[in-house]
């Protein structure tokens, strides 16, 4: 061994000592680069032979296909058999070590788990991470290998290269952003994660973070205070109740109150001499002054070079981690996936969101519904003429663009997204267009048309019906309401529930499209207040008093909630400030800035949430 070390260290010199050549020569000259000869090892036996192995399987592999192509190969079976095997072995010690409690099989799990301990780490520190802990925080958890990163680099100097400095900045911006968040959302009577307002609480009172083992089922209960893991099918079941008709609900009585918007916000009056008193109920929203100083951290933030920094590099370590993760425990969690009865990628419930409704079908769907209809309803009147308001049938409106059912073609419907449409509005938009034809559009999907949008009807609930069959597959489909008219919402839920437009799988989102510019040039309207108006004022109306709108009632408890969309790429040259005109001031041609639309739809909707409770 010593001879050994001896002509390791004299191989070491010869690497770090350079020819004079070398130091003399001004460029790079790989001839006259000198290597130490190779000395042969028990090593290099053990390589070649490996290399032998793994040359002779695949030269074996090659020659069957080569002389049967037709044959199966049988090495991709004989690694998968080896893999099966290896899954079930590692399944079945993971389950015997979960529920073993003895000292042996803990110190297996500390033995088999523990990836590069360090020496320098403390062991009770270590204990108390890597033992029962994790059972606690983790209670379902598999017996995966964890992984933790130790070194002054963590809580010395610097972190993930960010100054100490830049990462307190850094942590007191994130959870500034975090508190507004949670405040906006509180306001409208939203949904905030639990486990991140337990940890933004125990941070205002300077208190240890303990939202893992709470949000593992010690501090998590529902109504009725039955504790999570004592939850049974029947306190939170998967599918809604059966009905035979979905909206055949009984329309409550409304309560006395009067509705005035003011300055672009809808408030609530107990009474009509409260309204000439100007004592409106007390729901709270947030003021513009409020929302600005909010909307300016947001932008300083966004624009913070150190945070920026810290952020990304963040999200590198946890990407690298989560891979090396999946590098270690991946067929572990195969092998719990396959113990998992009656569940894959396929029978577990998704949602497919930002689906608009009048693009929920594919192309090829729409198609076969258009070549159906004019087989069994072409002599069906579906529109008028705009030049001479002449009433045409389905089968006129196709002699009117010289087309018959059997020209059409999914390449001549041409409704498809591809790529040309990416970062082109215009031409996504025209895509809604069958064949280039704003007249089959509304023909075919719209719910406001010259049939009252019964074709849209039938192709929808064809689409709820394949979602049905699917049983595992939910959506939220889109449908738009333009503020043109106060009647909008009306024919929406009329639309709905004449055509009994209803599945268990669907509920719809309602997108508000940015649109000022184009109405207030076509004198629709005559401000910005007015589309406002047009918006809320029913939806108001409604809470206060079902019955004056029963439909929409019934339609508005399928809703699930509101989108702002438009061309977001397009520039804006007003910034929403204290000195922008007030939304019933605002009557230029201009479109308002998007901040501006979405503080007025947010500060309506906040208030809207709170009068419906």
């Given at each position: ?37 190779h ?50 072995q ?91 968040r ?10 905030f994660p ?16 303990q ?8 501090g ?54 409260a ?57 572990k ?42 087989k ?8 008028k ?24 073609s ?18 996504f ?26 074709y ?22 889109r ?35 940015r649109?000022?510019d ?18 809320f ?36 040259h ?40």
């Amino acid at each position: 061994m010593a001879e050994r070390s001896e002509r390791m260290d004299g191989r070491d010199d010869d690497l770090k000592r350079p020819a004079q050549d070398e130091i003399l020569s001004p460029t790079f000259a790989p001839t006259k680069l000198k290597f130490p000869n190779h000395i042969h090892t028990e090593m290099d036996e053990k390589f070649q032979q490996l290399a032998d192995t793994i040359l002779s399987r695949s030269t074996e592999i090659i020659g069957k296909e080569g002389s049967a192509p037709y044959e199966i190969p049988e090495y991709p079976i004989v690694e998968n058999e080896r893999k099966f095997y290896f899954e079930k072995q590692l399944s079945s010690r993971n389950r015997s070590r979960f529920f073993n409690t003895g000292d042996q099989a803990s110190a297996d799990h500390e033995r088999n788990n523990s990836v590069g301990k360090p020496s320098a780490m403390d062991s009770e520190s270590y204990q108390r991470m890597s033992s029962t802990d994790v059972y606690d925080e983790y209670d379902l958890a598999p017996d995966f290998q964890r992984i933790y990163i130790a070194g002054q680099e963590i809580s010395g100097i610097s972190s993930l290269g960010v100054p100490l400095h830049d990462l307190k900045e850094a942590s007191k911006s994130l959870v500034q952003a975090l508190m507004i968040r949670e405040k906006y959302m509180a306001m409208s009577h939203q949904s905030f994660p639990k486990i991140t307002a337990r940890f933004l609480q125990n941070l205002e009172d300077n208190e240890e973070f303990q939202g893992m083992k709470e949000g593992f089922g010690k501090g998590s209960t529902d109504v009725d205070g039955i504790p999570y893991f004592d939850r049974r099918v029947s306190d939170h079941p998967f599918h809604p109740p059966k009905k035979e008709d979905p909206f055949d609900i009984e329309v409550p009585m409304g309560v006395e109150c009067s509705l005035k918007m003011v300055q672009g916000l809808m408030y609530v009056y107990e009474n009509e001499e409260a309204v000439k008193n100007n004592t409106p109920l007390e729901l709270p929203y947030v003021q513009p002054k409020t929302f600005l100083a909010d909307q300016n951290i947001m932008y300083a933030l966004i624009s913070d070079g150190p945070l920026k920094s810290f952020c990304y590099r963040r999200l590198s370590y946890l990407s690298s981690k989560y891979q090396l993760h999946t590098l270690m425990n991946e067929l572990k969690e195969s092998a719990a996936q396959k113990e998992v009865p009656h569940r894959d990628f396929y029978n577990i419930r998704k949602v497919d969101t930002h689906v608009h409704a009048s693009s929920c079908m594919n192309q090829k769907h729409l198609l076969r519904f258009i070549k159906k209809k004019m087989k069994t309803c072409s002599d069906e009147v579906v529109c008028k003429d705009k030049k001479s308001g002449k009433e045409m049938t389905l089968a006129e409106v196709f002699d009117s663009m010289a087309l018959k059912p059997y020209d059409l073609s999914v390449d001549k419907l041409d409704v498809h997204a591809d790529r040309n449409t990416f970062h082109r509005f215009d031409k996504f938009n025209a895509k809604y267009n069958p064949i280039g034809e704003s007249r089959l559009r509304e023909i075919f999907i719209k719910t406001d048309n010259y049939i009252n949008g019964k074709y849209f009807g039938h192709v929808i609930k064809e689409v709820m019906e394949d979602l049905g069959e699917s049983k595992y597959q939910n959506a939220e489909y889109r449908l738009s309401i333009y503020g043109r008219s106060r009647d909008e919402w009306d024919k929406l839920a009329y639309w709905a529930i004449e055509n009994k437009i209803y599945s268990d799988n669907v509920r719809w989102m309602i997108q508000i499209p940015r649109l000022y510019d184009i109405y207030k040039s076509a004198k629709i309207v005559k401000n910005f207040q007015e589309i406002l108006e047009n918006i809320f004022m029913p939806l108001f109306e409604v809470t206060r008093n079902p019955q004056s709108h029963p439909e929409l009632h019934k339609f508005l408890i399928y809703v699930s909630g509101f989108d702002s969309v438009d061309d977001e790429s397009k520039t804006e040259h007003i910034k929403f400030d204290l000195e922008t005109p007030l939304p019933e001031d605002w009557c230029q041609d201009e479109n308002p800035p998007y901040s501006y639309y979405l503080y007025y739809m947010y500060a309506n909707i906040t208030v809207l949430n709170q009068f419906r409770r």
